[in-house]
T-cell receptor
Framework: DAGVIQSPRHEVTEMGQEVTLRCKPI?????LFWYRQTMMRGLELLIY????????DSGMPEDRFSAKMPNASFSTLKIQPSEPRDSAVYFC????????????FGPGTRLTVL | KQEVTQIPAALSVPEGENLVLNCSFT??????LQWFRQDPGKGLTSLLL?????REQTSGRLNASLDKSSGRSTLYIAASQPGDSATYLC???????????FGQGTTLQVKP
């Protein structure tokens, strides 16, 4: 398996623009997680899905952030409009059918909002 | 609310030393404890996962222990090598949802 795949790896955009980050989880994994990593706040869970259904979005910072999982092999995290304080590395992770299993992380998307 | 703390924030050791990284958590009702490694500019690599019913896990030169009653986990690295240089993160899993709370990490430098 290729592991968790994220695209793009780097994104530079201007304030006010829409940003869409993409994630393909490991095949057969039922859980998908979106995290954000910054120097100040470390790694924070934004939202997670179980069987394509959002379970907990309490970590989503504002209404400007939204996430979808239209099928088992694809998820998006959208920021609209983007702001400089959204600059961070965004990670996607997946795990198998129970919460007891390891989470496997993608390589991340480094977002810079100018 | 669960809080996870890692001390020290940074550590520098000569090659060959055995070392211990510490992780503490405030809520002992964890589901599991996971240790990750992160290289600069890279994603996280899972090293060890300890279930709440377990006391330790081993993989090669790595050994992780878990003491729920004291709210502590340690990652022991034997015979450290320069290739071990990275940031090590611990994360506690709450409930059976897989939701992880991360510590801030310990950045390890192993000098040749």
């Amino acid at each position: 398996d290729a592991g968790v795949i994220q695209s793009p790896r780097h994104e530079v955009t201007e304030m006010g623009q829409e940003v869409t980050l993409r994630c393909k989880p490991i095949s057969g994994h039922d859980y998908l997680f979106w995290y954000r990593q910054t120097m100040m706040r470390g790694l924070e869970l934004l939202i997670y899905f179980n069987n394509n259904v959002p379970i907990d979005d309490s970590g989503m910072p504002e209404d400007r952030f939204s996430a979808k999982m239209p099928n088992a092999s694809f998820s998006t995290l959208k920021i609209q409009p983007s702001e400089p304080r959204d600059s961070a590395v965004y990670f996607c992770a997946s795990s198998s059918w129970t919460g007891e299993d390891e989470q496997f992380f993608g390589p991340g998307t480094r977002l810079t909002v100018l | 609310k669960q809080e996870v703390t890692q001390i020290p924030a940074a550590l520098s050791v000569p090659e060959g030393e055995n070392l211990v990284l510490n992780c503490s958590f405030t809520d002992s009702a964890i589901y599991n404890l996971q240790w990750f490694r992160q290289d600069p500019g890279k994603g996280l690599t899972s090293l060890l996962l300890i279930q709440s019913s377990q006391r330790e896990q081993t993989s090669g030169r790595l050994n992780a222990s878990l003491d729920k009653s004291s709210g502590r986990s340690t990652l022991y690295i034997a015979a450290s090598q320069p290739g071990d240089s990275a940031t090590y993160l611990c994360a506690s899993g709450s409930g059976n949802t897989g939701k992880l709370i991360f510590g801030q990490g310990t950045t390890l430098q192993v000098k040749p």
